[in-house]
């Protein structure tokens, strides 16, 4: 049973860190269609994009954490 | 500028004229019902998948599990949000004086830019289509434009944008005005032709 929670732990926090390039990567483009386009997107939609590309880093650090002190 | 035909601002607006004498008419988006649809199935999908990893974390006797399960289905529908907004946000018709133009950039996955020059076709049809109770409803719908090319047939559909009837009839008038001016398709105005018979030209044979 602890492996398989090990097991499903480690591609949770695998495909999180997926999360991190993607959504560099998507911002970047969405700037350069700004750029093509001259439409920006709205300021809120605009701060997420920036947030989500620390989020993951974030929450996979907290779930490092969490399987450290719990073994 | 009537915000009912044009739904960007005036700034962005000048980004799509670069011919001469073009006019803006039309600048729509999809109906934001369709946003509200895509946001709910973001919201929808993570949520079934949050009850699914929950149900396995009791099962499992595992809390750090239910935890991690958690921050993932947050990161996942945190990323998708952006991108659910932005397929419709960056979805865009465009219909000028001179040209109509379909703009799909879907960043990250696909763009998609179609153009048709409107002195190099002739519009043949514009119907308004309103398909159901729903669609009424929300004031959404469909404009098909049918033109013919000099080569072949097309459709365009302004696929289920706001006030779909109002649109249509904008663009039924101003599209009549600008056919006719067209140098493809008729014939510019000349002097009218007047028949003359050899009197007229020789006046001397005019009986007396």
Not at chain 2, 84 to 93: K, P
Not at chain 2, 128 to 140: C, V, W
Not at chain 2, 159 to 177: D, M, Q, T, W, Y
Request: hydrophobic content about 50%; charged content about 20%.
């Amino acid at each position: 049973m602890e492996e398989v929670i090990k097991i499903i732990n480690s591609i949770m926090i695998f495909l999180s860190l997926l999360f991190v390039p993607y959504n560099y990567l998507y911002r970047s483009e969405v700037l350069q269609i700004k750029k093509q386009l001259g439409i920006s997107p709205p300021k809120v939609i605009d701060n997420l994009l920036k947030v989500n590309i620390l989020l993951p880093l974030l929450v996979i650090f907290i779930a490092l954490l969490l399987l450290i002190f719990s073994g | 500028m009537n915000t009912k035909f044009i739904e960007i601002t005036e700034k962005d607006c000048q980004n799509f004229i670069n011919l001469a004498g073009e006019q803006i008419q039309v600048i729509k988006r999809q109906h934001p019902f369709i946003l509200a649809v895509s946001i709910f199935s973001v919201f929808s999908t993570s949520f079934l998948i949050l009850i699914l990893g929950s149900l396995l974390s009791i099962f499992l006797r595992s809390v750090t599990m239910a935890l991690i399960f958690s921050s993932f289905i947050i990161i996942t529908s945190l990323s998708f949000l952006p991108k659910a907004f932005l397929d419709w946000y960056y979805h865009l018709y465009v219909i000028t004086s001179r040209k109509i133009l379909e703009i799909r950039c879907v960043p990250f996955f696909s763009d998609q830019i179609d153009d048709v020059f409107l002195d190099q076709i002739r519009t043949t049809e514009i119907d308004a289509h309103i398909p159901d109770f729903l669609h009424e409803l929300l004031d959404m719908g469909d404009v098909t434009i049918a033109f013919d090319r000099p080569s072949h047939d097309e459709v365009y559909t302004l696929s289920n944008i706001r006030c779909p009837r109002e649109v249509a009839s904008l663009l039924g008038k101003e599209f009549e005005e600008e056919m006719t001016h067209s140098p493809v398709w008729f014939k510019p105005a000349e002097t009218p032709f007047v028949a003359r018979i050899s009197e007229d030209i020789y006046p001397a044979m005019k009986p007396n």
